[in-house]
């Protein structure tokens, strides 16, 4: 069984140098320790519900080995780690350095040994490694190459095995009230798109595309396979 890395010997797998991603590290290195509290009111009070949608659907076993691509603060391992157990591998990529210490303290904490955290640019992912199922939570809104982002992940999975992305959507024209007033300002405070749909494109990526909308219709779920011959 691998042991986790601290950050100081995390390896990088690329890192981007946008003037948009040093915006996003720059945010989320003054927002870190306060993630927790934040995720819990941008979600309306359900960002359980959301965490825990995201991992039912990746139909998780033990001994599996995950990757948890803009893993942050490390708010979805233990959904994960109550699934694949001690025997299963648990790869928690992101972009911030900040974000991953207090991952770090997490794993720490709980005493995991099963948890490898990885410093880098999703969208130039390239880990060498094929994994059971992969899941990106509340990140594809942030990360500035999302597409390529997605497409690395599923590149990163083996054929039949189970994809989840879970992040913030905006609402219909219309729609939304109050709520989505909140929304949007919040979205620029944490460098965040709304005006992306990530969900449609990861629906022609995959197979058994499956969609649902969560906390009054401000956060989906989507999820699918891996299809078992990919096409060039």
Known sequence: MQEWFSVEKIEEVGMSTS????????????????????????????????????VDALALEPNQTVLDLGCGTGRT??????????????????????????????????????VELVEGDAAQLSLGRVMDAAACVLAMVNIPDYR??????V?????????????????ESGQGGLSRWVAERTARYLVADLSRKPEEAFAQMVDDYSYQEIARGHYFVASGKVPIKQTE
């Open 19 to 54: 003037n948009e991603q040093i915006a996003e590290d720059r945010t989320y290195e003054r927002l870190a320790r306060r993630w927790g509290w934040i995720v819990k009111v941008v979600t309306l009070g359900k960002e359980g519900v959301l965490r825990q949608t995201v």
């Open 155 to 171: 590149a990163h999975v083996r054929p039949g095995g189970r994809i989840v992305i879970a992040d913030a959507r905006r609402h």
């Open 77 to 114: 391992f233990p959904y994960i780690i109550d699934r694949i157990g001690a025997s299963g591998h648990l790869i928690g990529l992101d972009h911030s350095p900040a974000m991953l210490r207090e991952a770090q303290s997490l794993v720490e904490r709980y005493g995991w040994k099963n």
């Open 148 to 153: 390529e982002a997605m497409r690395r992940m």
